[in-house]
């Protein structure tokens, strides 16, 4: 037994990087997992790879900015595979620009995913998760939510936020049997320098896998242990 066989685990920003990683080590283990993203053609490329594994995949194309299209899937998921034991609020994407050159429609974006996109995931599915009796929260932030840089006015700013609503929500819920624990890679090689004018050496840089074993490492720890920050960085970027 691996702890994961019939557990059920909600994934944000599933369809690539370190959401993807993610959802194909939980389907080895057994777990049954919601996946959902706003890219449908990648996320018919996950079921592909998905294919033979132990657990079970229910795939969904949203915006977790979009309050009613997260009730419905979350809907369709307990009926389908349950309610989650284990969400792991990921989606997430950034514009890096400085203030003064930063539309109020970029900046409304960013805020919109990965803000209010994480609070919507766990509003709508933490009250069911205690009482289920209990389970796991990850949120996934980034070393760029404890240090801010320049360019970073939206991007820092919304990862400083979900680390203040990481830190509060454990102090709500962990009486519940409920573990919330936020992620902070470093650079990590995904589809997030796309949108960026960085070009980091994918080389010396932290693989999608990498961090997906740390959350997994987290999920494992004894239920009386809680990790509930964990910083991951590449070991020697230079």
């Not at 909600?10 to 194909?24: C, D, F, N, P």
């Not at 132990?54 to 809907?75: K, P």
């Not at 609070?119 to 069911?128: D, I, S």
């Amino acid at each position: 037994m691996t702890g994961f066989e019939g557990k059920v685990a909600l994934v944000t920003g599933a369809s690539s990087g370190i959401g993807k990683a993610l959802t194909l080590r939980l389907l080895r283990e057994g777990a049954n997992v919601i996946a959902c993203a706003r890219g449908e053609q990648r996320l018919k490329e996950l079921q592909q790879e998905a294919a033979g594994l132990a657990g079970a995949l229910l795939t969904a194309s949203i915006d977790v900015g979009d309050e009613a299209a997260m009730i419905s899937l979350l809907e369709k998921a307990a009926i389908e595979v349950g309610v989650p034991d284990i969400v792991v609020a990921n989606a997430g994407y950034g514009i890096m620009k400085p203030l003064v050159d930063m539309s109020v429609e970029e900046f409304d974006g960013v805020m919109t995913t990965n803000v209010r996109g994480v609070w919507l995931t766990l509003r709508h599915t933490v009250p069911a998760m205690i009482e289920k009796g209990g389970g796991d929260v990850l949120i996934v932030s980034s070393l760029a939510g404890k240090n801010g840089f320049a360019g970073g006015t939206a991007y820092s700013t919304a990862k400083f936020a979900v680390r203040g609503l990481a830190q509060s929500l454990m102090l709500e819920v962990r009486s519940k049997n409920v573990r919330v624990a936020c992620v902070f890679p470093g650079s990590t090689d995904t589809r997030f320098f796309d949108n960026t004018p960085m070009s980091p050496d994918t080389e010396k840089i932290l693989a999608a896998a990498d961090v997906a074993e740390a959350i997994i490492d987290i999920l494992r720890a004894p239920r009386r242990a809680l990790l509930s920050e964990v910083d991951i960085r590449p070991s020697n970027p230079r």
